[in-house]
Structure formats: C-alpha cells, structure tokens
C-alpha cells in the first residue's frame, strides 16, 4: 500500500511539488506564474505523486538526484503516460546508462528534472525555469 503525504482536499490541478532545497528563486517563478508549490522529500517519492495524480508536476533544477533514486518512479509515470525529461533542456526523456567510468557523479540527473503526466505541462515549467541564472548547479 502506497500512503500519500497530501492531504487530498489540498490537491489541485497545478500544485508542483519541488525539493527542500530548491532555491526560492525558482520556487517563486513557478507561484508567479500560478503554480502552488509544495515540498517533499524523496525524488522517487516525489515522481510517484505525478504518476499517482497527486501532483500536477514534479520540478527540480539541482543535480542532487541519481538514476537508483528516479528510475523505478520514472517507470511507473512513463506507465500511466508521463514523461521525465532533464530540467535543462527539456529535450526527451530522462535517460538510464550502464556507465563504468566516473564514479557516483556518472549517474547524476545532472540536469535536473521536469516530471508530469502532461508534456504541455513540461513545457510550461521548463519555459518558467529556463531562465533563472542558478538553473542546474552542476
């Protein structure tokens, strides 16, 4: 049984649940453009909340996630019609290597993370994030 965090009567159409740490730089561009935004902790868990309706749409500009942190949530989202894609460019779907060469760092999500069950949606956030300056810390 999965248990969800939100309280339901909170749930709305265009509430985007972001990191603890995301910087209110881009936590207020989302309010401006009439986003709710709310926090959670987990990116796995966070993703889920997108695939599950919970949430309108996950978004992250920070590399602080890893591939074993989104791949199995990316999966049940891509499953229910969603998309993850890099926050930087927005440019396909978030992508999973078997890399052997550059440590833990070679499976950061270093782009960070738009996740939606709506491409439109990632287009939105994605234009909305595009051009704070602290845009993806790597």
């Keep these: 049984m999965i248990k969800c965090f939100f309280r339901v009567s909170r749930v709305r159409q265009e509430l985007v649940v972001t990191s603890n740490s995301e910087t209110d730089e881009a936590k207020k561009a989302l309010q401006r453009s009439g986003y709710i935004v709310t926090t959670a902790s987990g990116a796995g868990y966070k993703m889920l909340c997108v695939a599950l309706g919970v949430v309108k749409c996950y978004a992250l500009t920070k590399d602080s996630t890893y ?72």
Aim: aromatic letters at 4%; glycine letters at 10%.
């Design 67 to 138: 591939s074993w942190d989104t791949c199995a949530a990316h999966a049940m989202l891509t499953s229910q019609g969603g998309a993850a894609c890099p926050c930087r460019t927005s440019a396909g779907p978030l992508t999973y290597r078997s890399k052997t060469t550059g440590g833990g760092r070679a499976h950061c999500n270093a782009d960070g993370i738009i996740a939606s069950r709506d491409l439109r949606t990632i287009d939105r956030v994605h234009a909305i994030l595009s051009p704070l300056h602290t845009y993806c810390n790597s």
